[in-house]
C-alpha cells in the first residue's frame, strides 16, 4: 500500500499562496482602515467649519452695522488685523464715522411695564448689543464675544469707546468658535453697491490628527451678502 503525501515543493508553493493572499487582504484592509479615518477626519472639519459660518452669519449678516472691518472704508477707528466687530440695533450717526447711535428709542427699565403697549413693550427691552471675533494667532484659535452696550440714559456712544470697551470684556469673557485656524479674515470686496455688500469671509484650518497621518490643511472662502444699516 502506497502513502501519498505532499511534496516540499507542493508545501512551500500552497504556503506561497497563501502568504500572498493575506498581505493581499492585510493590504485592502489598511487601505480601508485609512479611508475610513480620512472620511471622519474630513466630517469633523466640516462640521465645524459649518457650525463656524453659521456663527459668522448669524452675527454679522443679521447685524446692523459692521464697525471692523468696515471701520477702514468709512474713515472709522482703525481695525485690528485680527480683530472684527459688528453690533445691532445701532448705527452709525449720519456724517460721524465715530459715532453710533441706538436705532431703538428706549431701554428696559425698571418700570418698563407701566401704561405700555405690548408693542411698546417689546420695543423698549431691546438693547443695542456687539459682537467680537478675534484670532489669537498664538494659539490658532478663533475667539467671539458679545455684550450689550448703551444704558437707559444713553442714546449714542463712540466707535473708539465702544471697541476699546469690547476688547476690555472679551479678555475675560471669550469663548472658542473655531479652533486650529492658521489664518481667518472678513473683508468686503468692492462690488460697487453699499447698500448690499458682500462679506468675504476666508481662513485656513490646519488639523493634527497625528498617527502618522499628514497634517489636513483647508483654505475656506464664502461670500455673505450683508445688508447695511441706514
Known sequence: ???????????????????????SLVAMWKTSSNQTALAQRQSIIKNENTIFLR???????????????????????PCNNNTYIA???????????????RITKKAC?????????LSNMAARCIKPSYVVYTLDETTHMVYRCSNNFLTESD????????????R???????????????????????IGNSKSP??????????????????FLYKFKRYLTKKRGA
Not at 453690533?87 to 447711535?101: F, I, N, S, W
Open 55 to 77: 456663527k459668522i452669519y448669524a452675527d454679522f449678516v443679521s447685524a446692523s452695522e459692521i464697525i471692523c472691518p468696515w471701520g477702514y472704508s468709512k474713515g472709522g477707528i
Open 1 to 23: 500500500m502506497t502513502k501519498k503525501g505532499f511534496t516540499l515543493m507542493e508545501l512551500l508553493v500552497s504556503i506561497f499562496i497563501t502568504g500572498m493572499v493575506m498581505l
Open 168 to 190: 476690555t470684556y472679551c479678555e475675560t469673557h471669550k469663548e472658542i468658535v473655531m479652533p486650529y485656524v492658521a489664518d481667518f479674515s472678513l473683508s468686503v470686496p468692492p
Open 87 to 101: 453690533v445691532k440695533e445701532a448705527v452709525l450717526k449720519p456724517g460721524d464715522a465715530d459715532t453710533l447711535m
Open 198 to 215: 458682500e462679506l468675504l469671509v476666508e481662513y485656513t484650518v490646519v488639523r493634527d490628527f497625528g498617527e502618522g497621518i499628514p497634517p
Open 155 to 166: 442714546s449714542t456712544i463712540s466707535v473708539s469707546t465702544l471697541a476699546n470697551n469690547a
Open 109 to 117: 427699565s425698571n418700570n418698563w411695564a407701566n401704561n405700555e403697549t
